[in-house]
């Protein structure tokens, strides 16, 4: 059964209501579950590349969030340190450090034990996302239970054209959002 990839959700005014050719390439002959993998990595990627994007802009315009309300170097008011609160002694880096460096530089200085920690809460989440969409087999790609602000829990749910509308949204955005960290 040959699936209409023009009819995916997703497709809309940007590529003429039809899936790009590049993407028919890819999909075609496949399954539905492929199309839906293919939409929840999309919806993901997006979601992190959102976030990505609001934290390199937070770092780029030098904004401080409180940590822990402690000394100086390390809130909002005071981002210049008297006495170093250090992420890692054996780097020798500190919170001020970070602070104070471009967006792409405190990459580099984050300590191995930072990535460790970044990559087991992602492996966590992933196991998560894995066990809502695929195992418990929810039919809508990006639901992964969670939904403190209760937008489907509105009249018509999934299918209510506000939500429909919002998803759309999302994923505009998303696509939007990543582009920028191609360069």
């Not at 990839?5 to 028919?24: M, N």
């Not at 402690?70 to 780097?91: F, L, M, R, V």
């Not at 920690?117 to 992964?144: C, H, K, M, T």
Request: hydrophobic share 40%; aromatic share 14%.
């Amino acid at each position: 059964v040959a699936l209409d990839l023009d009819k995916v959700f997703g497709v809309s005014v940007e590529t003429g209501g039809k899936c790009t050719p590049l993407g028919k390439l890819i999909l075609q002959d496949t399954k539905p579950q492929a199309v839906k993998w293919f939409q929840n990595a999309e919806i993901k990627h997006g979601r992190i590349a959102m976030v990505a994007v609001i934290g390199f802009m937070v770092q780029k315009f030098g904004v401080h969030f409180p940590l822990y309300l402690g000394p100086t170097g390390s809130n909002a008011w005071s981002p210049i340190s008297d006495q170093a609160w250090y992420i890692s002694k054996t780097t020798g880096v500190t919170f001020s450090d970070i602070a104070a460096a471009s967006p792409l530089d405190a990459v580099g200085m984050v300590p191995t034990a930072g990535w460790v920690q970044i990559f087991f809460v992602a492996g966590w989440f992933e196991s998560l996302a894995y066990e809502r969409q695929w195992n418990q087999d929810s039919a809508i790609p990006g639901d992964y239970g969670y939904d403190p602000l209760g937008f489907t829990k509105r009249e018509g749910g999934w299918d209510s054209k506000e939500l429909t509308s919002l998803r759309l949204k999302e994923i505009k955005n998303g696509r939007v959002a990543m582009r920028p960290l191609w360069y």
